[in-house]
């Protein structure tokens, strides 16, 4: 059986994981100037949905910091401690975000009831439609531009932080409606600007839930996408002395992935031709998977290996 020893890290990876990082980056600033904004035009426009939805800017700002700090963290190499790397802290942030996501939608949800049920206010003000209109077009390309980025390196994180941007773009859309229907709908109709945050409330939270799952799957070692073992059992499969596949057992750790595999060979070879058979499956699977950091492969005589032997 062979000793695992960490591979150096992919250097097409660490460049995507850096550009990734700069995107996120560029999204907290973004958001840092669209929370003020929106906050400012909520107070001085007189809209409650508009405030609510500055609040959820705010919470994206300290989300996207977050995950900026996780992908940095993930990417340090491995060190005595952390023999495997610091992967777990990719799913780990988005896991906290997310978290952060759910709890959030909740405190407005209930402020946003509060502000249904009170005395008759002013309508808000026209301009804050303006704002809300600017708001949307820059979140949806924002989306669009991050979830570009967290699906090349394939990050969970980056991926949560995308969303926040569609979540945000959404909000900013239901209040939008709701300070239309007031302005339009005349006395009585002011409640519409609260109902819009209600709204929005339940949007932040159902993204916050949806992007929960994945990333405590991933912190439980959950099974990745079996196309990738179909793709390691295959790749082991082509080396010549490899009689057979066996068990094949694969986890992400953060942006990479970690395989143990058991193959049968001929059980009459030297210790030495089966430990270079290993190192062949070893190089064939991550040669066929990119982000394949490490592999440890088990030999097993082909005659009690689960596999027949090949013609």
């Not at 695992?4 to 600033?29: C, F, Q, S, Y």
Request: hydrophobic share 50%; with cysteine; charged share 20%.
């Amino acid at each position: 059986m062979e000793t695992p020893a960490h591979l150096p890290e992919h250097p097409a990876l660490a460049v995507n994981t850096d550009a990734a990082r700069r995107v996120v980056l560029i999204g907290a600033i973004v958001n840092v100037v669209l929370s003020t904004a929106k906050f400012a035009a909520g107070v001085l426009g007189h809209s409650y949905a508009l405030i609510a939805d500055g609040m959820e800017s705010g919470l994206d700002v300290a989300s996207s910091l977050v995950i900026w700090g996780g992908l940095k963290y993930a990417a340090k190499r491995p060190d005595p401690d952390h023999p495997y790397g610091h992967g777990k802290a990719e799913p780990l942030s988005a896991l906290i975000v997310s978290a952060t996501l759910t709890g959030a939608a909740l405190v407005l949800a209930v402020l946003s009831i509060q502000e249904i049920f009170k005395a008759q206010r002013e309508p808000p003000a026209w301009w804050t439609l303006w704002v809300l209109l600017a708001v949307i077009v820059v979140k949806e390309g924002l989306f669009r531009r991050v979830i570009s980025a967290g699906e090349a390196i394939g990050s969970g994180a980056v991926r949560t932080d995308a969303w926040h941007h569609r979540a945000d773009a959404v909000t900013s859309a239901a209040a939008f409606t709701g300070i239309l229907i007031a302005r339009l709908g005349g006395p009585g109709w002011e409640r519409a600007d609260s109902w819009a945050a209600l709204f929005a409330c339940g949007v932040i939270g159902f993204n916050g839930y949806r992007l929960l799952v994945p990333a405590t799957a991933e912190i439980m070692d959950t099974a990745p996408d079996p196309e990738i073992t179909v793709r390691v059992r295959a790749a082991a499969a082509t080396v010549p002395g490899v009689d057979g596949v066996e068990k094949c057992r694969v986890r992400k750790m953060g942006l990479e992935f970690y395989v143990d595999l058991h193959v049968g060979v001929d059980g009459l070879i030297t210790v030495a031709a089966g430990h270079a058979i290993a190192h062949q499956v070893k190089d064939a699977v991550r040669a066929a998977e990119g982000r394949v950091a490490d592999v440890l492969v088990h030999v097993e005589p082909a005659n009690v290996c689960l596999y027949p032997r090949r013609k």
